[in-house]
C-alpha cells in the first residue's frame, strides 16, 4: 500500500536537502518524518510512496513546495442516498478498524429492524443496498466512521452539512444523536420511504429554477431540488415528470432520471410524516455542538431546533436547497470542502457552485478507486498541502499496516 512521506523544514533548502536524503524501509521512514515534523514549519509536502523508487521523485516535489497558505475554515459535506456502491468501507475498514467499528456498532441497532444483516447488503451477497432501509443506515455508520478517522487525523470542521439524507449523518456528527440513536432514527425513515405507494421518481433537469417551476403549474410535480444556478430536480408522478423532462429535452435541455425508488423531497412522502415525527421524538437528542447548515432553508439551523420532528419532517418533504448551501459556506469563508462518504458524487455537485479557480477547494475523503486505502490517504496529503497540518502521527498509529 502507499506510504505517506511527510517532508516538513522551516526553508525550501532544507526541505529539498530532506528529501535527497530519503532512503530505508518506507513504514520505518515514515513514521520517523511524521514525528520529526514541527507545526511551526512552512514548508510541507507529502509523498505517498509504494516502493523504494518512488523516493526519486522526492526531491522534485520538495522544490515546487510553496510555503502553506492559510487554509480558513473547513466545511463537511455528508452525501446522500445514490452515493453508496457495494462493498463501501470494507477495505478502508481493515486498514483503519476506527472505521469498521462505528459500522459495526450500527449494524448492532439496526439489524433486529431489517429483513436482511445490514453488512451482507453492502458487501453485496444480498440485494437490496438501494432501497431506503439499507442505503441510508450504511451510509451513516461509513459517514460517521470517516468523520472519526478525519477528526483522528487532525481535522475538525467549522461546519458541517450533508445533501438530502446526508444531513442525518451531518446532525449525527454534530452531536444531536448518539451513533446509535441516529441509526434507529434513519432505518425507521428508510423503511417509511420504502413503504409509500410506488409510482414516483425524480428527473434531474438542466435548467433554471424560475424556468422550470412554471412548467409545472397544474400538475403534481414539484421541484425537489435546486443544485445550482442552472440545475435542478423535479419529483411526482413518473408518467407526470418525464412528459415535462420531454418537453424540455425537446428544446435541447439536458434531462436524467435521478437514481432513487420514488418522489423524494416532494407531498408524495406527507404519508409517512406522522411515523417519521414519532420516530425522532423517540429519541433522545441535543442542539448540534457544530455549525450545522439545513437543506430545507440552505441556511445555518438553529442549534436547538436540529433534534425537532419539525426540522425533519420539513426535511424530508421541502426541497434540497444545495445551491443555497454553498452560499451559505462561501459566504462563512470556507476555505476547504471535505466531502466525507464513499465516492466523490457531492464533491462534483459541490465544484459547480465555485468558481473555477476555486473548484480544487474540494477534497472528497474517500473514493472507489484506486483504492480506498489510496484514495484516503491521498486526500490527507491533498488537504495537508492546503495548510490543514494533518497528524501523520495519528494516521500511523490507527493503521494496521502503518503503525510499529
Known sequence: ???????????????????????????????????????????????????????????????????????????FLFSGQSSQRVGMGARLGLEFPQVDAAVARVCARVDPMLPTPLRSV????????DDCAFAQPSLLGLGIGLFELLTTAGLRPDVVTGHSFGEYVAATAAGVWSLEDAAAVVTSRGLLLDALPPGGGMIAI???????????????????????????????????????????????????????????????????????????AAV?????????????????????????????????RLPVRWSSIMDTLQARGVGTYVEVGPSGVLSRLAARCLPADEQDRVVP???????????????????????????????FAASTSLRA
Open 1 to 75: 500500500m502507499s506510504v505517506p512521506l511527510l517532508l516538513s523544514a522551516p526553508t525550501s533548502a532544507e526541505l529539498v536537502a530532506q528529501a535527497e536524503s530519503l532512503s530505508g524501509d518506507l513504514p520505518a521512514l515514515g513514521r520517523a518524518l511524521a514525528a520529526r515534523a514541527r507545526p511551526e514549519h512552512r514548508f510541507r509536502t507529502v509523498l505517498l510512496a509504494h516502493g523504494p523508487d518512488d523516493l526519486a521523485a522526492a526531491p522534485a516535489a520538495a522544490a515546487a513546495c510553496a510555503p502553506l497558505p492559510e487554509p480558513g475554515p473547513v466545511a
Open 122 to 129: 453492502v458487501a453485496g451477497a444480498a440485494e437490496g443496498l
Open 206 to 280: 438542466e435548467a433554471p429554477e424560475d424556468v422550470v417551476a412554471p412548467a409545472l403549474a397544474g400538475t403534481a410535480a414539484s421541484v425537489s431540488a435546486v443544485h445550482d444556478t442552472s440545475s435542478v430536480a423535479i419529483a411526482g408522478p413518473l408518467e407526470e415528470i418525464t412528459a415535462i423532462s420531454d418537453r424540455f429535452a425537446a428544446r435541447g435541455v439536458r434531462t436524467s432520471r435521478v437514481g432513487v425508488g420514488n418522489a423524494y423531497h416532494s407531498p408524495a412522502v406527507d404519508p409517512a410524516m406522522p411515523a417519521l415525527a414519532a420516530a425522532i
Open 284 to 316: 433522545p437528542g441535543r442542539p448540534a455542538a457544530i455549525h450545522l447548515v439545513g437543506n430545507s432553508t440552505g441556511d445555518l439551523v438553529p442549534p436547538g431546533d436540529a433534534a425537532t420532528p419539525d426540522h425533519w419532517t420539513r426535511h424530508c
Open 365 to 395: 475523503a474517500l473514493q472507489a478507486e484506486p483504492d480506498e486505502t489510496t484514495a484516503f490517504l491521498t486526500a490527507l496529503a491533498r488537504l495537508d498541502a492546503r495548510g490543514h497540518r494533518i497528524d501523520w502521527q495519528a494516521v
